[in-house]
């Protein structure tokens, strides 16, 4: 024979698992929640904007993104983009890395005039070594979201140097 106490207790348990149930339900059940669709931008894959500008087009503009010089983990670096074509109204740069969760390192630009913008970025050591970072650019209009996603090496981390 059941205790009060014990049906408490499974009542309890049930209530938790239906409201667990529901949280994940509702976080994982759609995943575009909270993603904005963007439209990708041509890009010539073997630039890489540590070593050169490299530029990216869509049909009704164009931009020119370079970083550096000397890019290295830890070690700030200027990040330049210059557009034409289009009224922008924000930029974003993620650094990212393909099958390796690297934390957020997001840097949002500032203009610096018509068609200019600018910003620093940092980006941190892979602890396993690896130096085949992203680029992605997001371009922020009033007509929707562009994207470029730039392949960029990083230098290494000289064993013993602070960075």
Same mark, same amino acid.
């Given at each position: ?32 929640? *909270? ?11 073997? &630039?890489?904007? #540590? @070593?050169?500008?490299?530029? %990216? ?17 830890l070690r700030v670096f200027p990040i330049r983009v210059e557009l034409a074509g289009r009224q922008v ?23 610096? *005039? ?11 050591? &892979?602890?396993? #070594? @690896?130096?085949?970072?992203? %680029? ?23 064993a013993g140097s602070s960075g």
């Amino acid at each position: 024979m059941k205790t009060p106490i014990q049906s408490l207790l499974i009542l309890l348990t049930l209530l938790a698992l239906g409201l667990g149930g529901g949280y994940f339900y509702r976080q994982w059940s759609d995943p575009g929640v *909270g993603v904005v669709a963007a439209i990708p931008l041509h890009i010539d894959a073997r &630039c890489d904007p #540590g @070593r050169d500008i490299c530029l %990216a087009t869509a049909e009704d503009f164009e931009l020119r993104f370079g970083l550096g010089p000397d890019l290295r983990p830890l070690r700030v670096f200027p990040i330049r983009v210059e557009l034409a074509g289009r009224q922008v109204d924000g930029i974003l740069v993620d650094f990212l890395m393909r099958d390796m969760d690297m934390g957020i390192n997001r840097f949002r630009l500032k203009a610096l *005039g018509p068609g200019r913008w600018a910003g620093e970025g940092v980006i941190p050591v &892979c602890w396993v #070594g @690896r130096r085949d970072w992203i %680029a992605r650019l997001t371009i922020e209009t009033a007509a929707g979201h562009y994207q470029a996603d730039f392949p960029v090496a990083i230098a290494t981390v000289a064993a013993g140097s602070s960075g």
